[in-house]
């Protein structure tokens, strides 16, 4: 049954130490402001960098999407911590490397992952840093960051749940796997009809609803699993049934019409969401934040860039980010702050007046100072490591050092986004300083292990990759 954020229901829950409506008089709130925005958080699954009418398709209308950046900030240079889901959630959740916890090493979990491995209950998280803070928090969607009884969104900060706990989610059937089902209600299977685009932001539009009427302060997350394989549009039924009896990853399924209406599916339900928190007075002191887990997958439109999901060429790591809060940042920007998808930990922390736990530090930037005040755009490092095909990658300004296999390169991304000119001969000194670098910065992180999930795409799944083949389970033990 749905969750009814009622007052009644509210109150109950923060008597008992859950999503409180009163300030408590511990420290944790003390200096909590008395007014606190409300923030939805929408995540796309494998949403390429030009895959909205945004940032350029031309074949495509995201109109409800467009909106959040007319009202609000669009980085032209925004990165996932990693070119899979997995990896880059933790990034997200933790405001941290991801490769600081064993759950960041898995590229991403599947069916492969050791089941004691996940996100720590322990460790603190942006939902359960905002419940300390006060606020609600809810996520609808996808978890993929460990399996119960261990593990669990309500393990992690949020008070409610309602959606699958894998990676991957058939849009009608809603299973995964092979026919195993994957609906949960906090943490009970359960059973509906409809398209799961559908199904989230009908959910989206009531929690919000509930939440405004009880007075709450809120934090929702709503991770969609469109545009992610399998490619079911609304009305591929057939395309559902098709599948039965079979694993979702349909290597002979989908064209780019199927994923153009997965992705215009998703901007209805972005709508939606947007004509809620409208009708329910709370639009301006929202803030709505959009954006992807990772790169784009095979049928995704990366441009300018290259490379896909799985690889740490741009097109695996640029992602689309668009931020609004009428209340406090000016409508229209395109921001070309160098970003990473754990500053938003950082950034959302601050916006409600609250902090990171100084235990757990975090490795995001606040973007705050930028995105109300105009701060000026600052010289970031970045740096990924990704283990099937030994990949490693550092960005330092407009330099970045890339290794895949055995091969090494130095590309200006700023004049050269599709990485097509190898400078590392040429700028000697700027390679090896950040390959310097980048050994350093390894060298804090866990080490990579041959028992981690890892996977990349072979030349007999996809055309454009001949010649590479899968590395999955790693085959040297010295994970050069």
């Not at 000697?428 to 041959?450: C, F, G, H, Q």
Request: net charge negative.
């Amino acid at each position: 049954m749905p969750v009814d954020f009622t007052r009644r229901s509210l109150l109950r829950t923060a008597a008992s130490g859950g999503a409180a409506l009163a300030v408590s008089a511990g420290p944790s709130t003390a200096q909590t402001p008395a007014r606190r925005p409300n923030i939805v958080f929408i995540l796309a699954d494998d949403l390429g960098y030009a895959d909205l009418s945004c940032y350029g398709r031309r074949d495509l209308s995201t109109p409800h999407v467009d909106r959040i950046a007319a009202q609000g900030t669009r980085f032209t240079q925004a990165y996932a911590n990693s070119p899979v889901c997995t990896a880059s959630r933790v990034a997200v959740i933790t405001g941290r490397y991801q490769i600081r916890l064993p759950v960041g090493l898995e590229e991403p979990i599947s069916a492969r992952t050791d089941r004691k491995i996940g996100l720590p209950p322990e460790h603190p998280t942006l939902p359960s840093l905002l419940r300390k803070a006060g606020y609600g928090t809810t996520l609808i969607g996808k978890w993929h960051l460990g399996a119960p009884p261990l593990f669990s969104p309500l393990k992690s900060g949020y008070d409610h749940f309602f959606g699958f706990r894998g990676g991957s989610l058939d849009y009608y059937r809603h299973t995964t796997g092979v026919d195993i089902p994957d609906l949960w209600e906090e943490d009970q299977q359960v059973s509906q009809q409809g398209y799961s685009t559908d199904l989230f932001g009908d959910r989206a539009v009531k929690v919000i609803g509930d939440y405004a009427r009880g007075g709450q302060s809120f934090f929702l997350s709503l991770h969609f699993n469109a545009p992610h394989w399998p490619w079911e549009a609304p009305g591929d039924q057939a395309e559902s049934e098709r599948l039965r009896g079979r694993s979702l990853f349909d290597w002979d399924g989908g064209s780019q019409e199927t994923y153009r209406r997965m992705i215009a599916a998703l901007d209805v339900q972005v709508g939606r969401v947007l004509q809620a928190l409208e009708d329910n007075g709370i639009a301006r002191d929202t803030i709505v934040i959009f954006t992807s887990d990772n790169g784009g997958e095979r049928f995704s439109d990366t441009w300018p860039f290259s490379g896909k999901k799985t690889e740490l060429l741009e097109g695996g790591l640029r992602i689309p980010a668009i931020i609004s809060w009428p209340e406090r940042m000016p409508a229209g920007r395109v921001s070309e702050q160098v970003t990473a998808n754990m500053d938003w930990l950082p950034t959302l922390m601050a916006a409600a007046g609250a902090a990171p736990d100084s235990a757990y530090p975090t490795d995001g930037m606040n973007l705050l100072p930028h995105l109300t005040e105009g701060a000026s755009v600052v010289e970031r490092k970045l740096f990924w490591r990704y283990k099937a095909l030994w990949q490693r990658a550092a960005r330092i300004g407009d330099w970045k050092y890339l290794k895949i296999l055995d091969n090494t390169f130095l590309f200006n991304v700023v004049d050269d986004p599709l990485e097509r000119a190898n400078l590392k001969e040429r700028r000697k000194d700027i390679y090896d300083r950040l390959v310097s670098e980048w050994n350093a910065w390894n060298a804090t992180m866990l080490p990579e292990t041959p028992a981690s999930s890892t996977d990349n795409f072979t030349g007999a799944e996809m055309a454009d990759h001949l010649g590479i083949k899968r590395v999955t389970p790693d085959p040297d033990p010295e994970l050069r």
